[in-house]
């Protein structure tokens, strides 16, 4: 079935210090969502992507359906960025995501 | 205000009882959806409707049964309930069930299995 592999499974930044975060897909995906859980176990979402890329605030995705993968690129950290990302993508079956397994951020002083 | 509800935040059930997971979404969407998350899993599909209409189903158990009272309102029934069940149900709903729809998710009810 369709799977979504996403990485690393834990990251720890300093202040100020970027990365990204990807995902990758198995089958050809139809659109990618990002989302943040917060402090209460809500899921924020942070981005909606059918192609190409996205960027609010310090936060940038990219989407590339045909090399099946998406990014999550984080600048300047900051201590309130810690959490869990997740990606989540919407495949051959229309009505439902897959969600991958998320990413421990831990922002650093 | 928050716009899709879930109700109760916190349950806890004892083993065989039933429950009802409340959804309820204010943003004028067509198609929800439930999904679950166990410990140390990632979030897992169980259902969606649109236009009140089952389209996946995705649980292998009948004791879960989604009701759609109205448009807006998505719960989640739950019998014989087991201590495996123990998660949290996210109800999240979407303007359309189309292709890869934006999906919006509500703050889940975590539920406990004793």
């Known amino acids: 079935g369709d799977q979504v592999e996403q990485s690393p499974s834990a990251l720890s930044l300093h202040e100020g210090t970027g990365s990204a975060l990807r995902c990758n897909f198995t089958?050809?995906?139809?659109?990618v969502q990002w989302f943040r859980k917060n402090s209460r176990g809500s899921l924020i979402n942070l981005f909606y992507?059918?192609?190409g890329t996205k960027e609010n605030g310090r936060l940038k995705s990219a989407f590339d359906s045909k090399e099946r993968y998406s990014t999550l690129h984080i600048r300047d950290a900051q201590l309130e960025d810690s959490g869990t990302y997740f990606c989540?993508?919407?495949?051959?079956?229309?009505?439902?995501?897959?969600f991958g397994k998320g990413t421990h951020l831990h922002v650093l002083p | 205000d928050p716009k899709i509800i879930q109700k109760p935040k916190y349950l806890v059930a004892v083993t065989g009882s039933e429950k009802i997971l409340i959804c309820e979404q204010y943003?004028?969407?067509?198609?929800m959806y439930w999904y679950r998350q166990s410990a140390k899993k990632p979030l897992e599909f169980m259902f969606s409707?649109?236009?009140?209409?089952?389209?996946d189903n995705q649980t292998a158990s009948s004791r879960f049964q989604p009701q759609s009272s109205k448009k807006n309102h998505l719960d989640l029934q739950i019998t014989a309930l087991k201590p495996d069940d123990s998660a949290t149900y996210f109800c999240?709903?979407?303007?359309?069930?189309?292709?890869?729809?934006?999906?919006?998710f509500g703050p889940g009810t975590r539920l406990t299995v004793l």
């Open positions: 999240a709903s979407s303007q359309t069930g189309g292709a890869g729809a934006e999906q919006f």
């Open positions: 089958t050809t995906m139809r659109a």
């Open positions: 992507l059918a192609s």
């Open positions: 989540a993508a919407g495949g051959t079956n229309a009505y439902k995501v897959i």
């Open positions: 943003l004028g969407h067509n198609a």
């Open positions: 409707y649109s236009y009140q209409k089952l389209m």
